[in-house]
């Protein structure tokens, strides 16, 4: 029993000690989740069609605007409209992508800390969301160069760099939205129509709501998240603004993200 014992212990100590794997750098987590945006065909051309339809907005300000219109603000408008539709939908998917196309199992195996796949998604969404507004930006300044030229008048920039921060910030807002219903709901077309009824029938209702009951008029920039949002994409918002936009994330962007993180993290993941 004794020499046994002797003769396991000696094994054990010249057993060579195996390393621990390095951890998963968060860089290379970013890079793949960037090269999973683009890896597919629906990928590539939901990120294409930010280009693209930059483009085909700048060129019908061109075509259809009055002279005294063509200034980089409309330019800017017109190119951002498409981008508030577009860019949420980017961080709904690839949220939602893990759980419709069941690579969750995969991803969530080979990096343990769910949280640090989030993590990763929501830096790729900032990271597509801030590229994707300077290149609308610049589209858009072409736009007003060569829309100008064409007309033959001056070029007007009435946007100041802290503006256009702004106006980032707000579709980064919307990013937001888009990427907390992807956490919440993990399903594509549930989230994709819960993002349109909170963008375009909340928004709706309360409107008509504050139009028609006065007690509702003062508390609307208080409760409606996309009304609070109003004032960064016109340039000028004041501490009170910041204080309503505030109030109206916590309830409609920290607290559901919240949840659904919480969920997300304790799930079974199949």
Known sequence: MTATTLESAVEEVARPVRPTPARIPMSRIVSVELRKSFDTRSGFWLMASIGILAVVATG??????????????????????????????????SITSEWSQRTGLTSFTLVPH?????AGKALVAVLVGVVSMLLAGLIGALGNVIGTSING??????????????????????????????????????????????SLVLPTVTTVLAETQEWFADKQPWVDFNYAQGPLFDGDISGQQWAQLGVTGLFWLVIPLSIGLWSVLRSEVK
Not at 114 to 118: A, S
Not at 164 to 193: C, Q, T, W
């Open 114 to 118: 769910r949280g640090r796949v989030l």
């Open 60 to 93: 019908a300000t061109i075509l259809f605007a009055p002279d005294d219109a063509l200034t980089y603000g409309n330019f800017a408008a017109a190119v951002g409209f498409p981008m508030a539709i577009v860019l949420p939908m980017v961080a709904i998917l």
């Open 153 to 198: 008048v001056d070029p007007t920039w009435n946007i100041s760099a802290l503006e256009f921060g702004y106006i980032i910030l707000g579709n980064l807002l919307g990013m937001a939205v888009g990427f907390m219903l992807g956490v919440l709901i993990r399903n594509s077309p549930g989230a994709i129509v819960a993002y349109f009824v909170y």
